[in-house]
Structures are given as structure tokens and as C-alpha cells.
């Protein structure tokens, strides 16, 4: 015997359509929230991305921020200054942390990408060290003889190529300890003591400012750069000359606040416009007091120290053109 066939009243059809479209109510419903709480995790959540040199302090000031505002989520990482422009060149990032400044076809990016200006906030100074094993008898160098040894034409290999005799070495062969190209620290040294020419290749390249000074530390013919915030008791930063028979100066406070020290610089921060609601209570707190206070203690120079020749207001803010 044949089935009869299947036979769909118009009720049944009714019925039908009418739990479908409740199913569909209750999906999108469901991606509705779902999407809400992805969007409400992610404004509530500053992302701050950028600069090795800072790193440290910024992870510092995120900790102590956690008392001053518990419901404002923080997160941070490195990669160098570089590599935070990039992520707030697409929008990704709340803050992007660096060594140098940003650069005007960086800032013109950011702005087609996302609509908005990118904001300088100087939040801190420091002097660009350079950094030798604490056995290395050599005090002082000049910009000229970094630019011999880190340089393209790399004329000076040895120590006793500048006269320098480090005891209990055989091979006084000068290693070159140096950053990877996306650091803001990489750019500047390469800016003030190179004039802008090609490093030597060769060097021992660290993604870390850290990573930097540990490597000297334990490598008795080193030198590397560094911010003057890491250093250490196993090495010794050397004081710099503009050229032979300058007064030389040692990167400290004092001399980073009055440019004294030939690699004083600004570091600083960049948001998407200007900072808005938690962003800008974060940023307000970093430049306070209590903020600049954590800058010190980093081996940093606060933005309102005395006698600076930067605008020490602690709102410092230019907009980038």
C-alpha cells in the first residue's frame, strides 16, 4: 500500500513559521548580549602597547593605578616603540608608549585610519645611556667614537683602538650589544649618534631594554645603549662628549633635566584624539604627583622637575601635525 502524501495545513504552516521566528528572536537576542558584554569588556579594558624603555614603569604605574580606580581594566606589553605606533595606527590600541617621537607619516596614518589625531603626552624624561662592564677601565667616550664603533664603516673594532686596556682579556674585541629596529631607542641613537646612517652589522640585537644591559653585564668587552632606568650594579655608564675635549657628563637627573647630557630625551605616550573617561583619568594619574613620584623611583626624570627646559606641565599635550 502506497503512504499517502505528506499534507501541510495551513494552521500547521502557521505554527511552523511562528516557532521559527521566535528560534531567530531568541538568536539574535542571545548574539545581542553576547556582543554587548565583548564591547563593554573591551571599553572598559585600556590597552597599552609600545616602548621597551617604559615598559617597566608603565606596568609599575598600572599597579598602583589598580588602587586609586579597581574597575578600570589595564593591559600591557612591549615590543618597542615601533611596534605600539603600528597597533595605534589601526585602531587597536588605546596608548601607545615610546621612546621617540612619532613620526609624521605615522601620524597621517593614524589619522586615515581611524579618523583621529594622534595625542603627545610627555610623560617622563630620560638620558639615552651607554652602558659598559663594570671592569672596563674607560669613563668617558665621544658621540664621534660611538659612531666608529656602531657605524656603517665601523673603524673602531677594539678597545686598544682607543686606547683603552681592559686587564685579564686576551681578546679585547669590542662587542656590540644594540636593539631590534622596531625600538624607539634603536631609532634615536641611530638619529643623534649616527645622523640618521646604517648601524655596523654585526651587533648583538636584544628586544629588550633589560636584555641590554644583563648581556654588558656579563660580557667584559661590551657596550650597549640602554635607558638610564636599568641600570645596575654589574655595569658602568660611561659619561658623554659632544667631541674630544667637551666637558663630559654622566646621565643623571640633574644633567638629563638641563640637556647637559648629549642623549637627554622625552618619553611619552600617544592616544587617538584626546583621552576620554578612563583613559584620561589613567593618563591624569600617570602625570600627578603620586605618578611622577613612580618615575624616580624607575631611575627616570619626572616632567616636572626643576630647571627643565621641556613645558614641565603635568599636561603636557601636543597635537601631532
Known amino acids: 500500500m502506497r503512504t499517502p502524501p505528506l499534507t501541510i495545513t495551513n494552521q500547521s504552516r502557521f505554527y511552523i513559521l511562528r516557532i521559527i521566528a521566535i528560534i531567530a528572536v531568541i538568536m539574535s537576542t542571545s548574539c545581542f548580549l553576547q556582543c554587548g558584554n565583548r564591547m563593554a569588556h573591551s571599553k572598559d579594558t585600556i590597552q597599552i602597547k609600545g616602548s621597551d624603555t617604559v615598559v617597566n614603569l608603565v606596568q609599575a ?16 606589553s612591549g615590543g618597542g616603540s615601533g611596534v605600539g605606533i603600528a597597533a595605534l595606527e589601526r585602531g587597536a590600541i588605546d ?39 663594570k671592569n672596563n677601565p674607560v669613563d668617558s667616550i665621544t658621540i664621534s667614537d660611538l659612531a666608529r664603533i656602531y657605524g656603517d664603516e665601523n673603524k673602531v673594532e677594539r678597545w686598544s683602538d682607543l686606547g683603552i686596556i681592559i686587564p685579564g682579556v686576551k681578546n679585547d674585541k669590542i662587542i656590540r650589544i644594540s636593539r631590534q629596529s622596531s625600538s624607539g631607542t634603536y631609532d634615536f641613537f641611530r638619529e643623534k649618534v649616527l645622523n640618521k646612517k646604517d648601524f655596523s652589522l654585526g651587533s648583538c640585537d636584544m628586544n629588550g631594554s633589560k636584555e641590554v644591559v644583563e648581556l654588558v653585564g656579563t660580557t667584559k668587552t661590551a657596550i650597549g645603549y640602554s635607558g638610564m632606568g636599568y641600570a645596575t650594579d654589574h655595569i658602568k655608564m660611561l659619561k658623554l662628549m659632544k667631541s674630544a675635549g667637551d666637558t663630559a657628563y654622566a646621565p643623571t637627573v640633574e644633567n638629563t633635566v638641563r640637556k647637559k647630557y648629549p642623549l637627554a630625551r622625552s618619553l611619552q605616550m600617544y592616544t587617538l584624539g584626546a583621552p576620554e573617561g578612563s583613559i584620561k583619568k589613567f593618563i591624569d594619574w600617570v602625570l600627578s604627583e603620586e605618578g611622577q613620584q613612580m618615575v624616580s623611583e624607575n631611575g627616570f626624570v619626572p616632567v616636572g622637575s626643576n630647571a627643565s627646559t621641556h613645558d614641565s606641565s603635568v599636561t603636557a599635550v601636543k597635537n601631532i601635525q
Do not use: M
Not at 64 to 71: G, H, L, Q, Y
Not at 97 to 124: C, D, F, M, W, Y
Open 95 to 133: 596608548i601607545a608608549t615610546a621612546s621617540r617621537n612619532i613620526k609624521k607619516k605615522e601620524a597621517q596614518t593614524v589619522l586615515e585610519n581611524t579618523g583621529k589625531n594622534p595625542i603627545e603626552h610627555i610623560i617622563a624624561y630620560d638620558g639615552l645611556a651607554l652602558y659598559v662592564n
Open 61 to 76: 604605574w598600572v599597579e598602583a593605578f589598580r588602587n586609586v580606580d579597581p574597575s578600570i581594566k589595564i593591559e600591557v
